[in-house]
């Protein structure tokens, strides 16, 4: 097998709590994501998948363990990860600087990785690819609708053409017209630059829709992996029987958002 664009072995993450016991936050993962895959990790709240994303980012430490990418320890090549990488999160409005415009936003991985080139060009066509309008680059976060926010939280995270996008819940906030318009973007960006995605969702029609291959993450650990469509059909952990149970009837569910 060629070498994974990203992989993790033992990934440990305790966290001392305020009493000085230990949380385990995340024991022993391994994990491996290829080139050009879309990857699910699923798991019910407090399972660990936001710690398994920063760490696998290189946005928190390991306690144990070892993450890296394109075949080298991320701890030792952070401008390689930051060149190939690009991070989504749950909630556009919070992750936007509100005093910024939409152009300096999407502009700033070009300007902190030094990206040669026409910074004004990329970030014109990077928001044409993510579904936004040449005008909307003058904007400020609050003249935009969430759906447009997180469109530009996504033209910033792939502006550089990283070769991994994370995303941590990206349509969690998002109503449902908007998160399957999201879901669309993300699956044409894997399509057509080979984008490989790493989604962290307790969204399963989202997952569904979007992810071949999917890992369940009960209490930090992952219990259960394999094809989704497979995983989802026939669950093997009673963790797993529970997530999906909790869903009436996949993949159409229009009050997942609100309920979740
Ligand atoms: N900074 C922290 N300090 C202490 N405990 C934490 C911290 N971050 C996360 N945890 C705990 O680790 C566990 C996993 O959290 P998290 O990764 O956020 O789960 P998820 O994203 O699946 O909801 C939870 O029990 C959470 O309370
Ligand atoms: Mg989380």
Request: net charge positive.
């Amino acid at each position: 097998m060629s070498t994974p664009l990203l992989s993790a072995r033992g990934l440990s993450r305790d966290y001392r709590l305020p009493g000085g016991a230990l949380k385990h936050a995340l024991a022993d993962v391994d994990l491996d994501v290829a080139a050009g895959e879309i990857l699910a990790v699923i798991g019910e709240s407090g399972s660990g998948k936001s710690t398994l994303a920063r760490l696998l980012l290189d946005l928190d430490r390991p306690t144990r363990g070892r993450v890296e990418f394109q075949g080298r320890p991320i701890s030792t090549d952070r401008r390689a990860l930051r060149a190939g990488t690009g991070i989504v999160l749950q909630d556009p409005y919070a992750s936007l600087d509100p005093r910024m415009r939409v152009r300096t936003t999407v502009a700033e991985p070009l300007r902190a990785l030094r990206v040669p080139g026409d910074h004004r060009r990329l970030v014109a066509e990077v928001l044409e690819r993510v579904g936004l309008r040449p005008e909307h680059a003058e904007c400020y976060p609050h003249e935009l609708s969430g759906g447009q926010r997180q469109r530009v939280a996504i033209a910033r995270a792939v502006v550089h053409r990283p070769r991994l996008l994370v995303g941590d819940e990206p349509t969690s906030a998002l109503d449902v017209t908007v998160r399957a318009a999201i879901v669309a973007l993300l699956r044409e960006l894997n399509a057509t630059l080979g984008l490989a995605v790493v989604l962290v969702s307790h969204d399963l029609g989202l997952v569904q829709h979007l992810a071949a291959r999917v890992v369940v993450m009960h209490d930090g650990r992952i219990v259960e992996s394999g094809p989704t469509a497979s995983v989802l059909a026939d669950p093997q952990h009673t963790h797993t029987r529970a997530l999906v149970a909790a869903v009436p009837r996949l993949p159409a569910r229009s009050t997942d958002a609100a309920a979740l």
